[in-house]
């Protein structure tokens, strides 16, 4: 198991086994995420663009085209008024 110490300005250097394992390097941006069990999960924020393409994606499920999301937009905007 990997550890740390929280300097006085609450600041923390990840362990070199961990930032190696979510290919962290020098300017890497993570994010601090508190799940339903109340368990605190690290998550590393440089996920290539072209990685994310499709992840909402569900089976049967058509593309939406750009009219249909517009209109999406507008019935949302209206519901804000």
């Not at 086994?17 to 890497?28: H, Q, V, W």
Request: net charge negative; hydrophobic share 40%; glycine share 8%.
């Amino acid at each position: 198991m990997a550890s740390a110490v929280i300097t006085p300005n609450g600041q923390v250097t990840i362990p070199k086994k961990i930032r190696d394992y979510l290919k962290l390097d020098t300017g890497s941006k993570v994010d601090f995420v508190i799940d339903e069990n109340g368990i605190v999960k690290l998550i590393p924020l440089n996920v290539p663009l072209q990685k994310l393409s499709g992840i909402l994606h569900r089976q049967g499920m058509s593309p939406a085209t750009l009219e249909e999301m517009e209109e999406a937009i507008r019935e949302g905007a209206s519901d804000c008024t």
